[in-house]
């Protein structure tokens, strides 16, 4: 078990406080410090407008919070928690930048990412789908790729399912939940999960006990996206959720394949659709997913969003503001909301969130770009 | 029965005498004239050297055609001929430049061709294969969409059944054979060609009794694919003859589809392959194959192989000859030879060629480029 420092013990703090993949988090901990952040949050009375609300639910929650018996529970079911900076962190993972976990816990022992699929698709897969995703995660772990999933039903488990039964490595396979790892969900996947510990890891950004909510399962998706090399999609539906973990690894820059199916099978439709819309490399054989992977590397590596342009990494409504905010001089609330077809409420919360990044300044009831 | 002209008699003359998709032919008619052409071929005797050997085998074929006769064995099996400028002849075929046919014989007649596809697969077809060929073909005549293929066992045979199931139209479908329209081959769809006569055509650019022989079946494509906006491949495996429609399709920028299918299936191997290359667009429904077949006319239309570029439309021999001529000097057949990497001999039969088609000149023992 690595030694608890100072940090881990704060950020598994913060990972009892903030929602999965909330940038205001990764800001607050990059500006104040880690381990200062707590001590910040129990007593700063210049909270900006923006955060206000965050601080009032993070201060509710950490009143509640007893992080060292936290931590008893967490080495009772076998569970550690990993920071950025330990062997075991998953560097893929900074590429989210802001969006970045704060901390993971983990059941078992993360394996060596550097060359690493994520198998996802429907939970509803067909015989084809899940004969498709073990075969693929046989080849990937003969080929020294790990597997990285979900731990559901369906393709997820088949995927998992698969890495284990390969040949040549110790079935290198990470399933990442939703909810607490003390808590293998779904129940029907609970020996395969304990599977998955011996050899390979099961984890979460979340904290013991915490409930695998709607939000979270998207949140999840891309952890999955970022952990691996490539995502390959085996089947999904048109709205499958699947989709989502495509998305996160196309916004990565990371490539993202596909399983070409049976036109008349609706658990291929989504994959289809993803070929046909450029998204997605039809997949066909282990040995294209190995190629996908492996050309991970020859595509620009994904900058860290936080250093991206202006925009890049901004939720829609801020990029709106800040895209309606002139180059050079400053403008006001309402013609800023007129500019970007938003409430000037709307406008508001935007702009506190860009100031607090350092995007806007405010100079009397005006507001401008801060220059790069 | 249209006019028989002195063209027309002319052409089917020649349609006996050359191998399908052998430019050399369509240089001489455009050269000569049509009519006077074969008076040339009686009497000429300052034959260009690169001729020699095809002027010999037209001659002696020449000899045995009685071709007054040969119409009538064609209208004995109700086939007539249709030629450049008869309202019948689809204008699309003039995409292929010197390649297009010299004539065809038809029984049945033509339907528009405004907006057909190609629909094209695997002889050795699965049940998923002919099912998606002939629901495909149901939902093109339904949209008013033509339905051409090459009467072969498997995705063709489905396809023109689905066509001739249509309810919205006459089934019009028209099935590109390689051998004369007297032999309804293969054996196994006499029928089924039978049904097509009726709504659609059977149609071949070689005159009746001629055997499909392998080179047939092959220069047969390219008129499929010529003769159709778009051509879709709904199964394929990796060494399909299918593959060679494709193949001309995309050579006369004519867009490409793939029905995807189980990645199980070595029948659907090569459309996957297709995919991949980029050379296809998945089709998974006839909506998508509408969407495919009205995006041809989005895309720029393919200029006649004759009128592009001086190298686009020659053999590989004749570009490389070509290419290695000075841009404005001339060069004797060994500098020649050195610089395209051939053989004199090689070069001297490619320049012949090029002299023919009024690409290169020759003064004294140097070759130079003639200038567009």
Not at 217 to 228: E, P
Not at 270 to 277: D, I, V
Request: hydrophobic content about 45%; overall charge negative.
């Amino acid at each position: 078990m690595p030694e608890v420092t100072d940090e881990h013990v704060a950020r598994a703090t913060w990972s009892r406080l903030a929602e999965p993949g909330d940038v205001m988090t990764q800001v607050v901990l990059r500006t104040v410090g880690t381990v200062e952040s707590l001590e910040w949050l129990r007593t700063a009375s210049d909270v900006p407008p923006a955060l206000i609300e965050r601080v009032e639910r993070w201060r509710q929650r950490l009143e509640l919070v007893d992080i060292s018996r936290e931590l008893k529970v967490a080495r009772h079911v076998g569970a550690h928690i990993v920071i950025p900076g330990d062997p075991e962190w998953p560097t893929a993972l900074d590429d989210l930048g802001d969006e970045a976990p704060v901390a993971l816990w983990v059941r078992g022992e993360i394996p060596p990412l550097d060359r690493a699929v994520a198998l996802v698709g429907a939970r509803a897969a067909t015989r084809y789908g899940e004969r498709v995703a073990a075969d693929f995660a046989v080849g990937s772990i003969d080929r020294g790729i790990a597997v990285v999933s979900g731990g559901a039903y369906g393709i997820d488990a088949a995927a998992h399912r698969g890495a284990l039964s390969g040949e040549c490595a110790d079935g290198a396979t990470v399933a990442v939940l939703a909810g607490g790892v003390d808590r293998l969900y779904p129940a029907g996947n609970e020996t395969l999960l304990h599977r998955i510990i011996q050899t390979g890891a099961v984890i979460s950004e979340l904290p013991p006990a915490a409930a695998p909510t709607r939000h979270r399962f998207l949140a999840r998706n891309r952890l999955i996206a970022a952990m691996a090399n490539a995502t390959v999609v085996v089947e999904a539906s048109f709205r499958s959720g699947a989709r989502s973990t495509a998305n996160h690894a196309s916004r990565l820059l990371r490539p993202v394949g596909a399983v070409p199916g049976p036109v008349t099978s609706a658990q291929s439709a989504g994959c289809h659709a993803m070929m046909r819309e450029g998204q997605a490399t039809p997949v066909t054989t282990p040995d294209e997913l190995a190629e996908l992977i492996d050309s991970a590397g020859a595509t620009p590596i994904a900058e860290p969003l936080v250093a991206s342009g202006p925009l890049d990494d901004l939720p829609e409504d801020q990029a709106r503001v800040f895209d309606a905010l002139p180059a050079r001089a400053a403008a006001t609330i309402p013609s800023i909301a007129s500019a970007a077809g938003l409430t000037e409420s709307e406008v508001r919360g935007a702009l506190g969130l860009l100031e607090l990044a350092g995007k806007v300044r405010r100079s009397e009831h005006r507001w401008g770009r801060v220059r790069p």
